[in-house]
């Protein structure tokens, strides 16, 4: 039996027990988590300081922080959110109990990526484990130092047979997707999820694929144009462009393109000083292969800001190309890098038209002081998530589902929508053995008058407070009474 296989049975074998069932349990090991962040803060700033060039202080502001809140939200709202929820009922069930019971799925596979390796490794997990399930982690092997933290720290907070680390690449990785599993769990690229989707299809395994693709950014030229590319240049070139989420081009009318491309590079000087490769809160490319990939997007684009580069130190200038053509190479894939093309549009017509053209993209945002314009480009195309006037910082609200469609992903998660996604909600309805001759309408012979009592019973829903409903329930007697002795008798 590979490592692998012996990592699935063991997760098996601890959900069969029934442990991660309690909420108690649960939040314990939430609390666990949590306690994780804040006494091995150094080593996990360390290692990603290794991998991706990170600041301790950048590591927390992108990576730590925002699990930290939501194992806060967890802790404070998982009794709620995992106890039967009430529904609605219509006259005929009146008197049952009807509600939606959370349940855990069983063993989830999280398959973490590498550009923010704590944040999108620990986020479902956090979920994963609030709803109750098993899960087995795969952080990502391009983040060599990380990864083998996550595997030294996570056995030592949390429960080691349940929530077992598997490390390794691309063979441990195919080993872990040929098992049996209730939930996959993958953030990354189209390409791999497709890979995902059809091995987890063997098994008719739901799958929650978190992707990406080319985000567009339209900048109108009525916009406080200063404003709108400073907050593109955060959203832009923070992690060194490396970012799901991250503005992948700029639209705009060719009257603003010199305005926008000299804002953009006032506030890379703001922000990384003269010289972006000394300054520490600049990062680097994850590796000599993305470097080269980044790089050969060059080719037939005119730089207007930036483009020095370093292999040795997997280094990339914040870059700003103009005049960008919907054709260029630097258009036919998500760039996850710090370029940003600028493709002037003749109007915000074009700019949708364009847009639509495309996989439909993670994110899309819009720089407007016009309503109209906003909401124009918000009901006229099609993304995972929406902003107006900011980018990125819809990840940190928990109250928001984050996640794809289409080419960007499948399902999404963050907060209570993670829970919902990883729990089987579990429809319920219990009956007691007495008022059989209301059912008498729905037993054959079938009749029209029987069918007009069905009708009335099954299409009014009921939505009262306890004292109507026993008022209800009284009315409901008279009525089946009547039914039995009038017309079923």
């Not at 069930?93 to 939606?100: C, E, G, L």
């Not at 503005?247 to 922000?271: A, G, T, W």
Request: net charge positive; glycine share 6%.
């Amino acid at each position: 039996m590979s490592r692998e296989q012996q990592a699935v049975a063991r997760a098996r074998k601890a959900f069969e027990t029934g442990r991660s069932k309690s909420v108690e349990y649960r939040i314990n090991q939430l609390k666990n988590l949590q306690r994780l962040f804040s006494e091995r803060q150094k080593e996990i700033a360390a290692a990603i300081k290794k991998d991706l060039n990170k600041t301790e202080v950048g590591a927390q502001f992108y990576e730590t922080l925002g699990l930290e809140g939501e194992i806060s939200l967890f802790i404070k709202n998982l009794k709620e959110w995992a106890a039967p929820r009430h529904v609605k009922k219509n006259l005929l069930t009146m008197s049952d109990t009807v509600y939606i019971h959370p349940e855990p799925l069983g063993v989830v596979l999280v398959i973490g990526a590498w550009n923010y390796p704590w944040a999108v490794t620990i986020r479902p997990l956090i979920g994963a484990i609030a709803a109750g399930n098993a899960a087995v982690v795969k952080p990502s092997e391009v983040c060599v130092h990380t990864s083998k933290v996550m595997e030294d720290l996570l056995p030592i907070y949390i429960d080691k047979e349940l929530y077992p680390v598997v490390t390794g690449g691309v063979p441990e990785t195919q080993e872990l997707l040929r098992q049996k599993f209730d939930h996959i769990f993958y953030t990354g690229n189209s390409t791999v999820g497709k890979v995902i989707m059809e091995a987890a299809a063997k098994h008719l395994t739901p799958v929650t694929l978190e992707l990406g693709g080319k985000s567009p950014c339209y900048i109108d030229k009525n916009c406080d144009i200063s404003i709108a590319c400073r907050r593109v240049t955060w959203g832009k070139y923070s992690n060194c462009g490396q970012t799901c989420i991250a503005p992948d081009y700029i639209l705009c009318e060719p009257s603003i393109q010199n305005r926008v491309i000299e804002e953009v590079k006032k506030c890379i000087k703001e922000f990384y000083t003269d010289n972006p490769k000394t300054c520490p809160d600049y990062g680097r490319i994850i590796n000599q292969r993305h470097f080269k990939r980044v790089m050969a997007m060059l080719e037939d684009s005119n730089i207007a800001v930036g483009g020095e580069n370093d292999e040795s130190d997997c280094y990339i200038a914040p870059t700003v190309l103009r005049d960008v053509k919907p054709e260029a190479k630097v258009m036919q894939e998500e760039i996850f890098g710090p370029l940003l093309p600028i493709l002037p549009v003749s109007s915000l017509d074009e700019a949708i038209k364009l847009i639509n053209k495309g996989e439909k993209p993670l994110a899309l945002y819009v720089f407007s002081p016009d309503n109209k314009v906003i909401e124009r480009m918000r009901d006229e195309t099609s993304s995972g998530g929406f902003l107006a006037n900011d980018c990125l910082v819809h990840y940190s609200v928990s109250a928001l589902p984050f996640g794809g469609v289409g080419n960007s992903g499948i399902g999404c998660y963050h907060g209570k929508f993670s829970f919902d996604r990883l729990s089987h909600l579990r429809g319920c309805l219990v009956k007691k053995l007495k008022m059989e001759g209301v059912n008498d309408m729905r037993y054959p012979p079938h009749t029209l008058k029987k069918l007009g009592w069905a009708r009335f019973f099954i299409l009014n829903t009921v939505d009262v407070g306890w004292v109507g409903r026993m008022a209800l329930l009284a009315a409901l007697v008279m009525v089946a009474a009547v039914v039995i002795q009038k017309y079923l008798l």
